[in-house]
């Protein structure tokens, strides 16, 4: 039979177990209080998934247990947002009652936020309803310049951290200057819906206005999901152009691709592909010279910085694999919105939204401005590389990188793109 | 010349690749009156077969030659797995019901499948690249072109030869002739209509999958792959006349030349002019160009 004395030492040598326990996790994670539910729409099922919607969850979840845990690199070094545990309400982005399972999320979930969204079609179903139900709303993916253009043009609870497809295709324009290619013959092959006709026209109106002696020979709009481009591909062929230009992205940009390299169209022409770094890593055959770009400064494309090299190391040591850009967007949309929460004190939405706006926060993809749109809209530079394998480490890499700054490639506040590029880049600052 | 040679060309690929995942769709239709929706679902199962097979062969060091066998064995073997399972464990239970509430059974189980695909082989995509630059390319007309994809005509042809002398010369083929005449007759006469059903199921699983295993070379296997093909071998099958072979083909050559046609000349009208093209045929002829008719029965 054990003795009080016993007894009691056991007691006291698990209550200093106990405490040293409490002491050595953070002191910032422990005082957390309250929950703070955030909606985060990706695509969980369906093509977009594999390049879009899971490394944009999966960015998410880490990002926001390192949140949690007051885990990330300074200056988001405190736990939380605005010192309340984030809790994550995850739904896919791939439904037949998008608008309605958004209103679910707010209504009935009740969360706070809402991030997320890839296809521009579903940004442009949920961008009226948002500030209709006045609900804070970041898109981190969609591309489409109409959201803010044509509609919703006095935002107040919608915001996008990701920039638009404009200075993709903007700086493929520009690209082409630089490279000294002053009278190409182009073609273009983009999806037939709002984000691949966007970039399209950005990119045919940016050819015109900087490259008068272009010319535009072929522009194809394949169907979404489509699979097969032997037509396409055949087309291009037979049109000889100097550069094809491309804003194909996830199953089709690799379909794409493994069915034009065989048919050299990569040795023909410089194809541009304008996110085709989420296939990098990825056996789809790029060929040695085609220029990528990755829809901003992300993935292999980032800065370097104390907080990108975190962000990368810790989604490699998680999932086995890099961060490609939808990752990035995605670390970049929630950190965004702990930085406007706390710099308001608060998760209340007036507060979160009236920080938010016209903010410039830190990134693992480097500093992103809310300069447009009212200070609703992101804006950042933008950067292609040329795909090339690495004759050492047998790695893909991007080499040859050239930057463009945020203000060269995108629109001022207030301008809308396709007018700002169709009169002459009015404002630019490209130096 | 060249962009003659690439209309025609890319038509007679596409209308191959076409015929290849619509054909088991009209064979089933034709005898069993199913209009099955769960095909998209074999096609995916087949793709994701053979592309995981693909690239399990390729790491264990076996020639890219190799290969070629494992899309034909996926293809058997998403058929006789799934076609069974499905025919024997849902679908037997089912037959003699309305034709539409088969539509819906046969979507529930397509639902079902790209969920089971999705546990199964997960979201990231699957490539099985190496049948596909096996051959290489040819030249035709200054064109360059992939042998691979040549090779879907000349196995469309195969398919195609294959299936009517299997109907028109074989006893099985006799036997599902009468039964696509009459079942009621057929099970009269003895004939075991339920086997009938089941090898038809089968072999028509195995041509979906086989259209899907054929296709997963070429394409970033990935969830969803199985919808737009449905949707496309809808209108083949409806523009030549449900469960009419010679429609199947005939439907897969119309979609094939008016895409290539539109891809080339009109590219912005790619995405609706195979619809536009079904609605006008239909408009004319409601039940396909090569629909039988049927007596009316009391």
């Known amino acids: ?431 | 010349m060249i962009v003659a040679t690439a209309v025609v060309l890319d038509a007679l690929t596409y209308a191959g690749w076409l015929f290849l995942a619509a054909v088991g769709l009209t064979l089933i239709y034709g005898v069993m009156r199913i209009l099955n929706m769960a095909h998209g679902g074999f096609y995916a199962f087949g793709a994701y077969t053979a592309a995981w097979g693909v690239g399990a062969l390729t790491t264990a060091g076996f020639p890219a030659a190799a290969s070629f066998l494992v899309l034909f064995g996926a293809a058997i073997l998403v058929g006789v797995v799934c076609g069974l399972l499905v025919e024997r464990g849902f679908l037997r239970f089912m037959y003699g019901r309305d034709e539409v509430l088969m539509v819906l059974v046969t979507y529930a189980l397509f639902l079902i499948m790209e969920d089971l695909a999705k546990l199964i082989w997960g979201t990231d995509p699957y490539f099985a690249f190496q049948p596909y630059l096996y051959f290489g390319t040819v030249e035709v007309n200054g064109l360059p072109y992939q042998v691979y994809d040549l090779l879907f005509i000349a196995l469309a042809l195969l398919v195609g030869a294959g299936l009517w002398w299997g109907i028109n010369r074989t006893r099985l083929g006799m036997l599902m002739q009468v039964v696509i005449e009459n079942r009621e007759v057929a099970m009269a006469m003895g004939i075991n209509v339920a086997r009938i059903f089941t090898v038809t199921f089968v072999i028509g699983t195995m041509l979906g999958a086989l259209g899907g295993a054929l296709t997963a070379p070429k394409i970033s296997v990935n969830p969803g792959i199985g919808v737009e093909v449905i949707v496309l071998s809808f209108a083949v099958v409806v523009i030549g006349g449900l469960g009419s072979m010679a429609g199947s083909i005939v439907g897969a050559l119309i979609v094939g030349f008016v895409r290539a046609l539109s891809v080339h000349f009109f590219p912005e009208f790619e995405v609706f002019v195979v619809y536009l093209v079904m609605a006008a045929i239909l408009s004319v002829r409601p039940h396909g160009l090569f629909a039988q008719k049927e007596g009316r029965k009391i």
């Not at chain 1, 885990?71 to 791939?94: C, K, L, Q, W």
């Open chain 1, 1 to 431: 039979m054990k003795t009080f004395e016993t007894r009691l030492a056991g007691a006291l040598a698990g209550a200093a177990c106990l405490s040293m326990i409490a002491l050595a996790t953070p002191a910032s994670a422990q005082d957390l209080q309250g929950e703070y539910k955030v909606g985060l729409v990706n695509f969980l099922s369906g093509a977009a998934a594999g390049p879009f919607g899971i490394p944009a969850r999966n960015a998410a979840e880490i990002v926001v247990e390192a949140i949690n845990k007051g885990a990330v690199p300074a200056p988001y070094d405190t736990a939380g947002i605005a010192g309340a545990r984030v809790v994550p309400v995850i739904i896919d982005e791939a439904s037949s009652q998008v608008v309605a399972d958004y209103r679910n999320l707010v209504e009935r979930d009740g969360v706070g936020a809402v991030l997320g969204y890839t296809s521009s079609g579903n940004c442009a179903a949920i961008a009226p309803v948002a500030e209709d139900i006045q609900a804070l709303t970041i898109f981190f993916d969609c591309g489409t310049p109409q959201v803010f253009e044509s509609i919703v043009t006095s935002p107040k609870y919608l915001f996008r951290t990701g920039a638009t497809a404009t200075m993709d295709n903007v700086a493929a324009a520009r690209y082409l200057l630089d490279k000294g290619m002053t009278s190409p013959r182009i073609a273009g092959i983009n999806q037939n819906y709002a984000y691949g006709q966007d970039s399209w026209e950005d990119f045919s109106a940016s050819v015109e206005a900087l490259l008068p002696d272009a010319n535009i020979v072929s522009s194809q709009f394949p169907t979404l999901g489509s699979g097969q481009y032997g037509s396409e591909i055949s087309s291009l062929l037979t049109q000889t152009p100097d550069v094809v230009h491309s804003s194909l992205w996830g199953g089709d940009m690799e379909a794409f691709v493994l069915q034009a390299a065989g048919r050299g169209i990569f040795q023909r022409s410089t194809v541009i592909l304008t996110g085709g770094e989420t296939a990098m890593f990825r056996p789809v055959q790029f060929q040695e010279g085609t220029v990528i770009g990755a829809r901003g400064p992300h993935g292999v494309l980032a800065p370097e910085s104390e907080l990108n090299t975190w962000f990368r190391n810790l989604y490699m040591e998680r999932f086995g694999t890099w961060p490609t850009y939808p990752s990035y967007k995605m670390a970049m949309a929630v950190l965004g919105l702990k930085a406007a929460a706390d710099k308001a004190g608060s998760t209340d939405k007036d507060a979160v939204a009236a920080s938010l706006k016209g903010l410039e926060f830190d990134s693992p993809s480097g500093v992103v401005r809310m300069a447009i749109a009212g200070g609703h809209q992101a804006i950042q530079d933008m950067v292609y590389g040329v795909y090339s394998v690495n004759a050492e480490t047998k790695q893909p890499e991007l080499v040859e990188r050239v930057e463009y700054a945020a203000e060269c490639v995108n629109p001022p506040d207030g301008a809308k793109a396709l007018e700002w590029i169709k009169g002459g880049f009015e404002g630019a600052k490209c130096d």
